[in-house]
């Protein structure tokens, strides 16, 4: 079924050379990343499944990270779970906004919406028209899908190997890969003020709160957000009186 | 305990994915809060880069690690390919380390 959905010739003449190269490349980064996340997992104490069974399931690298950090961290299942689900919650606005990718029988609905990444999104909402949004968002989220998973497989067999996966700087991979995703959004003024305040919200409760709550709280940031367009409108409603 | 986490946060997850493509005949998500729920997103990954990058358990995860975050985050910025950051981000935190400093 996979086949008929990539056939890589179609692909290529849809999209173009350019793109899948570029998405070849973001899938290199992300094994990577993968490796990281199985050597991490297993080298912290995790068992082997734990990382393999999550990559198949809820592929999603910084909800993995998060959760299998707070696993590390020996913080609650609650906790856990919450700071992935959290972290995901914006898929729900990707799943909006690339939702015309996958019409068709309700299995290619149902196999696209697993595959709904930052990375699938981002190619498909680059192309010009439906048809190459759509080869794209397949070409990247069935390859980074299988790749993903293999690299996490490698990872939990070299984590074995390498006892000490903080020599060799693996420890900082996940947070680079998170701030230089997170980055273009930055760019935003109100976001970027919001993101700080949150950031030193939960650094600074660290210390006191069990793993995986920090994160959460940081959501805290959030409410500067949303007092700015209430100002305005209660500017708007002043300079209507005054009219 | 584990499983029910891995199978929570898979359903979880599945949800999420699975309501723009079930749902947007039924309903359109308002501009202003899928707005919203992408900044939010943007203040959780800050977040988490922060605590990631700076705290180990409770306490100061040590100057390598963030230095190699900040280097990452600099190549980053200067548009390098992910697979760069990578790279730039491990090697600068494990040569802090072999120079002595954690």
């Known amino acids: ?243 | 305990m584990r499983a029910l986490i891995v199978a929570v946060l898979a359903a979880g997850t599945y949800a999420f994915r699975l309501t723009g493509p079930l749902l947007r005949h039924r309903l359109n998500m308002p501009d202003r809060l899928q707005r919203l729920t992408s900044s939010a997103a943007a203040v959780l990954l800050v977040a988490l880069v922060a605590v990631a990058a700076l705290t180990q358990g409770h306490g100061f995860a040590g100057w390598a690690r963030p230095a190699g975050v900040l280097v990452g985050g600099i190549f980053a910025a200067r548009k390098a390919p992910l697979p760069l950051v990578v790279v730039a981000a491990a090697v600068t935190t494990a040569l802090l380390r072999v120079a002595g400093l954690h």
């Open chain 1, 1 to 243: 079924m996979l086949f008929k959905i990539i056939d890589v010739r179609s692909v290529w003449r849809t999209v173009g050379g350019d793109t899948l190269r570029d998405i070849a490349l973001v899938c290199v980064a992300d094994a990577i990343i993968a490796v990281t996340f199985g050597a991490i997992s297993v080298a912290g104490g995790l068992p082997s499944w734990v990382p393999v069974s999550m990559s198949l399931l809820v592929f999603a690298g910084g909800a993995q990270f998060a959760a299998a950090g707070v696993m590390l961290a020996g913080g609650s299942a609650a906790a856990a779970v919450a700071a992935g689900l959290v972290l995901n919650t914006r898929l729900v606005p990707y799943g909006f906004a690339v939702a015309d990718v996958f019409d068709g029988p309700w299995w290619t609905r149902l196999a696209g919406a697993h595959v709904v990444t930052d990375e699938s999104v981002a190619f498909a909402l680059r192309q010009p028209d439906r048809a190459r949004r759509r080869a794209a968002f397949w070409a990247c989220g069935a390859g980074l899908f299988v790749v993903w998973n293999l690299a996490v497989a490698a990872g939990v067999f070299a984590g074995r190997y390498v006892g000490n996966t903080n020599a060799i700087g693996l420890d900082a991979v996940f947070p680079a890969v998170l701030l230089a995703l997170v980055l273009p959004a930055l760019a935003d003024r109100a976001t970027l003020w919001a993101a700080l305040a949150g950031a030193a919200v939960a650094v600074a409760v660290t210390p006191v709160l069990p793993p995986g709550l920090p994160v959460l709280l940081a959501l805290a940031g959030v409410a500067l957000l949303v007092r700015p367009p209430s100002a305005e409108r209660r500017r708007r409603a002043n300079q209507a009186e005054a009219g």
